[in-house]
Antibody
Framework: EVRLVESGGGVARPGGSLRLSCVGS????????MGWVRQGPGKGLEWISG????????GYVDSVKGRFTISRDNSKKSLYLQMDSLRGEDTALYYC??????????????WGQGTMVIVSS | DIRMTQSPSTLSASVGDRVTITCRAS??????LAWYQHKPGKAPRLLIY???TLEIGVPSRFSGSGSGTEFTLTISSLQPDDCATYYC?????????FGQGTKVEIK
C-alpha cells in the first residue's frame, strides 16, 4: 500500500527540540519532492517546509526559518524535520506530504496521518 | 511570500446545489494552484492540481478553473459526503501557501 507514516511527535518544553521522521512505502521515494504541512488547534493548513528529490534545495516558511531543518535519506525512504527552539505556536498536527513532482513545492498527492507536537511548560 | 485569500469562509447549501469557492492570489500563479478536501480526523485529500486537472478517483462533480490570480472550485451537485473544509494551495513560488479554508455544510 502506498503510504507515509510519521513518528517522533510528543510533548516538548518551550525552547526544546523534537525530531520528526516519515517513512514512505510502495513508491519510488527518491523520485519525488517531499514536505511538511501542519495544522494548529482550530486553524487551517500551513505549509512549513519542502525539499527536492536529492535534498539539494529546501524551503521554509518565515515562522520556522532558522529553527527547523528538513532533510531526507533516500536510501531509507525517509524524510525528517529537526525542530529546535520550539515555541507554543508550533503546537500542531504535523503531516508528511509527497509532491507530484521533483521540486520542493508542489501539489501534494499523498499525506501521512500526522504526528502531534505539543509545546508546553 | 504569496498570499492566498479564500472566500467564503463558511458555506451552507442544500443537496444538489451548485457550490463555488473562490481563491485569490497576491501574485500571478500561472496555473500552479491545487485544491484539497479535508474531513475531521482524516488526512487532507488532493482533489485538483494545475488549476483544473482532476486527481484520479475524484468524482467528476468537482471542477476547477481560473488563471493568473483568481481561481474557483465548483461542486456541480452537492452531496452529503462533500461536507468538509476545502483549501486552495499555490505552488508557483518555492514557498507554498494555503488559503484559510472554506467549510462546506449541508442545510
Amino acid at each position: 500500500e502506498v503510504r507515509l507514516v510519521e513518528s517522533g511527535g510528543g510533548v516538548a518544553r518551550p525552547g526544546g527540540s523534537l525530531r520528526l521522521s516519515c517513512v514512505g512505502s510502495d513508491f519510488t521515494f527518491e523520485d519525488f519532492g517531499m514536505g511538511w504541512v501542519r495544522q494548529g488547534p482550530g486553524k487551517g493548513l500551513e505549509w512549513i517546509s519542502g525539499i527536492n528529490v536529492n535534498g539539494g534545495t529546501m524551503g521554509y516558511v518565515d515562522s520556522v526559518k532558522g529553527r527547523f531543518t528538513i532533510s531526507r535519506d533516500n536510501s531509507k525512504k525517509s524524510l525528517y524535520l529537526q525542530m529546535d527552539s520550539l515555541r507554543g505556536e508550533d503546537t500542531a498536527l504535523y503531516y508528511c506530504v509527497k509532491g507530484r513532482g521533483r521540486l520542493r513545492n508542489d501539489a501534494f498527492d499523498l499525506w501521512g496521518q500526522g504526528t502531534m507536537v505539543i509545546v508546553s511548560s | 511570500d504569496i498570499r492566498m485569500t479564500q472566500s467564503p469562509s463558511t458555506l451552507s447549501a442544500s443537496v444538489g446545489d451548485r457550490v463555488t469557492i473562490t481563491c485569490r492570489a497576491s501574485e500571478d500563479l500561472r496555473s500552479w494552484l491545487a485544491w484539497y478536501q479535508h474531513k475531521p480526523g482524516k488526512a487532507p485529500r488532493l482533489l485538483i492540481y494545475k488549476t483544473s486537472t482532476l486527481e484520479i478517483g475524484v468524482p467528476s462533480r468537482f471542477s476547477g478553473s481560473g488563471s493568473g490570480t483568481e481561481f474557483t472550485l465548483t461542486i456541480s451537485s452537492l452531496q452529503p459526503d462533500d461536507c468538509a473544509t476545502y483549501y486552495c494551495q499555490q505552488y508557483s513560488d518555492y514557498i507554498g501557501t494555503f488559503g484559510q479554508g472554506t467549510k462546506v455544510e449541508i442545510k
